[in-house]
């Protein structure tokens, strides 16, 4: 029984945690987005969705990325997949590797009726994944959190793995994604056009710094205290509503036409 | 009536294995009544409420599976006889029964026409489960000594049963509540698409189900207990994705055709 | 097979009550009552709370006092009544009396923080969010049928059941904090507001008539036969369990819509100059 138990918790902990905000993360990033498109956008989109909301693939490319042929998206999720993939051959240092293939691809669907029904529908399920990842702090390149592990409430975790799946879960319960994205979603349309601004270079810089300072925030015996969740839980909220926003945004400019 | 070279098996495992089984778990049974209350005409959602104290149909969706004792009328197997050619057994004829006298519900008693509805929102939801409606030549039946064992992707033993009902829905939307999969499978389906699945009888339905999802037995064979972990058919995050994708579709189905059927009944 | 069909009567049955328990109904209830406060209301409680519905912080009072500074809140959880019903003071307890009766202090935390609200001008900014805070939290305690002391009840508080093959017993009184209704339903909080956010203007009015002690008072009847449904260390087979649990989950859970108008009442009362003011006695 109790093994059973642990198994279901265990999937249902595990699924998404690895290497990218969790389902509930995603989910509620790619709802806020939703709420945002603009009618033709909405329908335009759905017509390759067959009707479903692209919240719905919100975490696809987290369970693509084992196999061909969608083995050559795994490294697409973080800023370097392996730390020496940082640098090209002459020791200049790359651009992180998330930032490049969303900006890829959003330069690929500037025309997206030239490009096959496939093509176009495989490119939402990316967008409406990685602009969520881009706004996750540990998938910033920050050489030393990786290993890192900090306790909570008398239990270990990863930190990066604490970062995807925990921090919003554990300060608040009850919630589901589509009753996470109504909370958090509450900027004006001035503050949201704001927010909305830049390109995902300037948003990798914006995540950048909180990558650093929830790192550096992170007390020196690793046990986090209620003031770090505070903060970490605000700085999620805060996370998951533009990176919905700025999702609402790429959305809007490739299909509302 | 549509032909099927197999006979069917339609059943809730329930008495089969005489003990209580369930059919999909909670969060289904209540995403496809949330579906069906989406697809309701507001005439029929009037309607419908007022025979249930104004509540919601997906309070109901699992009364069924709670209130055993009350319910038991209908926890029968049933199957496509090969002789006779005509379905037999309580599962399917009493569905049937439960759809013909919601279509006159005014003349039921009011407890009748809410058990009726209890017995219609939670079962035909069950006869769009692929792991409850299946082929009866095939010898698909569940017996002592042989188990229908998987390895799931935890690579933990569990009965197939269980994957179908629970764990693959689960999955791949772990946070999702039965809103937001409602919201998500339901966002903007084309009425062209509603009308190509709600087309039929409950038998049409019951044999596409029992034919779309005849591979998945196929896939993983029925083996003697006691049969070595390592030789069990095994779960991969393909085979989930695949048969996840299988399971999301029974479950619009299932909550389009109970719209239909209610809107059918208490439309009027 | 048996063990299979176990496993999958298990996960359906139980499985929701592993996740977190008791802050998520609080959400419920706030949610609910957030889709029943006035525009006005909702603005200024949010403009309070950080641009933050109230809940986001419904289970918040819970999560804070372990620290120093919110001890004060550690005993405002439950309420103390005669065999009668009628509502005892904690502070005004026999020092004789048992320490669960001393503790029960809701409707006394309940009417400072209520209080409070009434004069917030004189509040800090932290002060007016915790205040609305307490109020959210200690509303939806006061419709846990657990959480009512009947003074002639006290060794019933401790009962205990058994299922059928596990190890240990659970706690009845914890069973009314969570099981009671996510055993049934494991909704999220939006779900809630669906299901139970619908009945008619009278039956509202009807639920939110009086004052806050009127409801526990209310409340206390509908509560007290919970004592009854439970043989001392009762034993359960599985099927046995879900038969009893139908006993009891359509009023646990209807209590989390109550408490949800009721909630909204009080903060409409409070912070929208236009509704009626609730009192407390």
Redesign the interface.
Do not use: W
């Given at each position: 029984?109790k093994?059973?138990?642990l198994?279901?918790?265990?999937?249902?902990?595990m699924?998404?945690a690895a290497w990218a905000w969790?389902?509930?993360g995603h989910?509620t990033i790619a709802r806020i987005a939703e709420r945002h498109l603009t009618p033709r956008a909405?329908?335009n989109i759905?017509k390759y969705?067959?009707?479903?909301?692209f919240?719905?693939y919100a975490?696809w490319m987290d369970?693509?990325r084992?196999?061909p042929p969608f083995d050559i998206t795994r490294d697409w999720h973080v800023d370097y997949w392996t730390d020496d993939m940082r640098t090209d051959a002459e020791g200049n240092p790359l651009p992180p590797v998330s930032i490049e293939q969303t900006k890829r691809i959003i330069a690929e669907m500037a025309d997206f009726r030239s490009l096959s029904d496939s093509l176009v529908t495989l490119n939402i399920k990316f967008l409406a994944h990685l602009v969520g990842d881009i706004h996750c702090p540990v998938h910033v390149d920050f050489p030393t959190h990786r290993p890192m592990k900090i306790k909570y409430k008398n239990k270990e975790y990863k930190y990066h793995r604490f970062w995807d799946g925990f921090v919003v879960g554990l300060?608040?319960?009850?919630?589901?994604?589509?009753?996470l994205a109504?909370?958090l979603d509450?900027a004006d349309d001035a503050r949201r056009a704001e927010l909305q601004a830049g390109d995902p270079d300037s948003w990798h810089a914006e995540n950048t710094a909180f990558c650093e300072k929830m790192y550096k925030a992170v007390p020196e015996d690793k046990v986090l205290t209620?003031a770090y969740m505070e903060e970490a839980n605000n700085v999620a909220g805060y996370l998951f509503a533009v990176a919905g926003y700025r999702m609402a945004k790429v959305f809007n400019d490739i299909f509302d036409k | 009536m549509k032909k099927t070279r197999f006979t069917i098996l339609a059943t809730l495992l329930t008495l089969m294995v005489g003990t209580n089984a369930w059919g999909w778990g909670r969060d289904v049974h209540a995403t496809i009544t949330y579906i069906a209350e989406r697809h309701l005409t507001p005439q029929a959602k009037a309607n419908i409420e007022a025979c249930i104290d104004g509540r919601s149909i997906v309070y109901y969706a699992s009364w069924m599976d709670n209130h055993q004792e009350e319910s038991k009328m209908w926890r029968h197997s049933s199957y496509y006889d090969k002789d006779t050619h005509k379905p037999v057994g309580t599962a399917y004829t009493e569905l049937s029964t439960t759809i013909e006298k919601l279509g006159d519900y005014k003349s039921l008693s009011e407890t009748e026409c809410r058990h009726r509805l209890y017995h219609l929102l939670h079962a035909l939801g069950d006869f769009h489960c692929p792991g409850h409606t299946y082929f009866q030549n095939a010898d698909r039946s569940f017996k002592r000594n042989t188990h229908y064992n998987v390895v799931w992707i935890d690579n933990k033993e569990t009965s197939y049963h269980t994957v179908w009902d629970i764990l693959l829905i689960r999955y791949l939307r772990s946070a999702f509540g039965y809103m937001d999969f409602g919201h998500s499978l339901d966002c903007n389906i084309p009425q062209q698409y509603v009308e190509q699945v709600t087309a039929g009888t409950l038998y049409d339905w019951m044999c596409e189900t029992a034919n779309r999802c005849v591979h998945i037995y196929d896939k993983f064979p029925k083996r003697k207990k006691g049969t070595p972990k390592e030789e069990l058919g095994h779960f991969d995050l393909d085979l989930v994705q695949e048969y996840s994708r299988l399971a999301d579709e029974q479950i619009l189905k299932a909550g389009l055709r109970m719209a239909k059927v209610l809107n059918e009944s208490f439309g009027k | 097979m048996k063990k299979h069909i176990f496993t999958i009567f298990a996960l359906l049955a139980f499985a929701p009550s592993v996740s977190a328990w008791n802050g998520a109904l609080h959400t419920a209830i706030a949610s609910i009552a957030d889709a029943n406060l006035t525009p006005e209301a909702r603005t200024k409680i949010e403009a309070a709370l950080g641009d933050h519905s109230i809940a986001y912080y419904a289970h918040w009072m819970d999560d804070v006092q372990h620290k120093s500074e919110y001890q004060h809140v550690r005993d405002w959880h439950n309420v103390a009544l005669s065999p009668k019903g009628k509502i005892l003071s904690a502070k005004k307890a026999d020092k004789s009396a048992s320490d669960v009766v001393r503790r029960a202090d809701a409707l006394d935390g309940l009417a400072r923080a209520v209080a409070a609200l009434q004069n917030r001008n004189n509040l800090s900014a932290q002060e007016l969010a915790d205040n609305i805070r307490y109020v959210v939290y200690i509303v939806g305690d006061l419709h846990c049928p657990s959480h009512y002391v009947f003074t002639d009840l006290l060794e019933a508080r401790k009962m205990k059941y058994q299922i059928e093959k596990e190890k240990k017993p659970r706690s009845y009184m914890r069973f009314w904090e969570g099981e009671a209704v996510t055993a049934t339903f494991a909704w999220k909080n939006n779900e809630f507001v669906h299901q139970l956010n619908r009945l008619s203007p009278e039956r509202v009015a009807a639920l939110t008539d009086g004052s806050v002690m009127d409801w526990v008072v209310e409340n206390a009847k509908i509560y007290r036969p919970i004592y009854s449904y439970l043989e001392p260390d009762q034993h359960f087979k599985r099927k046995e369990y879900r038969a009893w649990l139908n006993k009891s989950y359509e009023m646990a859970t209807d209590q989390i819509g109550v408490a949800g108008y009721r909630l909204a009442a009080l903060l409409n009362g409070l912070f929208d100059e236009s509704m009626p003011k609730k009192s407390i006695k």
């Open positions: 029984m093994k059973i138990l198994a279901i918790l265990l999937c249902a902990v699924t998404g969790d389902n509930r989910a909405k329908a759905e969705l067959d009707g479903q909301s919240v719905y975490s369970f693509n084992h196999k300060v608040r319960v009850g919630y589901s994604p589509l009753s109504e909370e509450r209620d | - | -």
